[in-house]
């Protein structure tokens, strides 16, 4: 549970509470499915992907035009 977001902890909570009634971290774990925690790993490692991906872009435009800015 210690990677998701504070977004994601607040609604996997909350709807886990509605459902249950239970606000435990046990509650948490048996009625959300294993699946979802390995959703938060994913996005995280495709958006490192994409900034990693976006600055490669940058420089290897900046060293083509040899110029910064204008």
Do not use: H, R
Request: hydrophobic share 55%.
């Amino acid at each position: 549970m210690s990677g998701l977001a504070g977004l994601e902890q607040v609604l996997l909570f909350s709807a886990v509470f509605l459902k249950t009634q239970n606000m435990t971290m046990n509650g948490v774990d048996i009625n959300v499915p294993s699946y979802i925690w390995g959703i938060t790993k994913y996005t995280f490692a495709g958006g490192i992907i994409s900034i990693v991906a976006a600055i490669i872009i940058f420089l290897v435009m900046i060293m083509k035009n040899k110029k910064w800015g204008g």
